[in-house]
């Protein structure tokens, strides 16, 4: 069982910046493709960012040129910087880990872009 947290979530003015952590629960880390994903208020939750075993990196859309995924394998940790934080940003977040067809999933950080 692979156990995800997030942290990092919080209240941000528009245009601020905030660095989402996932910390896995888990000593084959290295081998888990990790992904972002959002659910806003009243919408499906949407795919933001993934990131693969071998650093393969995609993004949605809306997020292009203002978010970066990483991760340190050695911490167990998946990160996702954003910048240039808009309003409707606002969303819980949610870290997934995926290793062949196994999906597991954190509980969620909010965070709010507001004035």
């Known amino acids: 069982q692979v156990q995800l947290v997030e942290s990092g979530g919080g209240l941000v003015q528009p245009g601020g910046s905030l660095r989402l952590s996932c910390a896995a629960s888990v000593s084959i880390f290295r081998l888990y493709a990790m992904e972002w994903y959002r659910q806003g208020p009243g919408n499906q939750r949407e795919l933001v960012a993934r990131i693969t075993t071998t650093g393969t990196l995609n993004y949605a859309n809306f997020v292009k040129g203002r978010f970066t995924i990483s991760r340190d394998n050695a911490k167990n940790t998946v990160y996702l910087q954003m910048n240039s934080l808009k309003p409707e940003d606002t969303a819980v977040y949610y870290c997934?880990?995926?290793?062949?067809?196994?999906?597991?999933w954190g509980k969620g950080t909010m965070v709010t872009v507001s004035s």
């Open positions: 997934k880990a995926t290793l062949r067809g196994e999906e597991y």
